[in-house]
């Protein structure tokens, strides 16, 4: 084999993981990444830390091969043309709508796999697409910075609505939101400009408005939405 005997070792003692590792870095391609920065940062720029590596150092950190970006620099030196200062400078200042771009390009790559290895779910309505609308907070962070530190409750640094498609099982869009403390429903704006026609929007209702349902309905999509008392509002004209 052209990548040798230790990686046919791994074949035949573990090949769901060098399949999984397979996709994965297929996924997650670096030039890929480095191509969807540029195309999508509008502030940040390129100069010796390409953002191809900070995904991988975040993969690593995320998925615990590293407890901390910190002990992930001192176990790799020189691997990085940086400090590890400069990496957490990058790191804090990407850009919510480049992770967001991510989470897409994530799911644009995973989908045509599952699809061809069927691997998807039961339609849970044939002939749409079902979307599933739900928010999610990031978890508090600690009490580092002096201003947290005479407080108990933990400072929440961002929030997300999440699309969830169930028939493909990912999480295929998001809209992020720096403001931890915002009303979801100051969010419906952008989830609006990501339906489609046929979709069909499941939420809860929190998002059960009139500017959402109606824009939803005059995008040719549909939704599954409990009544809320006080945020819709409408006349029967027929």
């Known amino acids: 084999m052209l990548l040798g005997t230790r990686f046919e070792a791994f074949m035949k003692e573990s090949p769901v993981s060098v399949m999984v590792h397979g996709v994965l870095e297929r996924t997650l391609d670096p030039g890929a990444l480095d191509e969807l920065f540029e195309r999508t940062a509008e502030v940040?720029?390129?100069?010796?830390?390409?953002?191809?590596?900070?995904?991988?150092?975040?993969?690593?950190?995320?998925?615990?091969?590293?407890?901390?970006?910190?002990?992930?620099?001192?176990?790799?030196?020189?691997?990085?043309?940086?400090?590890?200062?400069?990496?957490?400078?990058?790191?804090?200042?990407?850009?919510?709508?480049?992770?967001?771009?991510?989470?897409?390009?994530?799911a644009r790559e995973l989908a045509p796999v599952l699809k061809a290895m069927k691997a998807t779910q039961k339609p849970w309505l044939p002939g749409y697409r079902v979307l599933v609308l739900d928010g999610n907070h990031l978890a508090g962070t600690e009490h580092r910075i002096f201003e947290l530190r005479r407080t108990r409750a933990a400072a929440l640094p961002g929030q997300c609505l999440a699309l969830y498609d169930p028939e493909l099982d990912l999480i295929v869009d998001v809209v992020p939101c720096e403001d931890a403390y915002a009303q979801e429903r100051s969010l419906l704006a952008e989830v609006l400009r990501k339906v489609e026609k046929w979709d069909v929007i499941l939420a809860d209702r929190n998002f059960c408005t009139t500017g959402f349902l109606f824009g939803i309905y005059l995008r040719d999509a549909f939704f599954v939405i409990r009544q809320h008392k006080s945020t819709l509002s409408w006349q029967l004209t027929g």
């Open 44 to 106: 940040q720029y390129t100069k010796d830390l390409l953002f191809s590596q900070c995904v991988h150092v975040m993969s690593d950190v995320v998925l615990d091969v590293s407890p901390t970006v910190g002990a992930w620099y001192q176990d790799h030196p020189g691997e990085l043309a940086v400090t590890r200062q400069a990496v957490y400078d990058k790191l804090k200042n990407i850009e919510p709508e480049v992770s967001a771009e991510v989470v897409r390009h994530s």
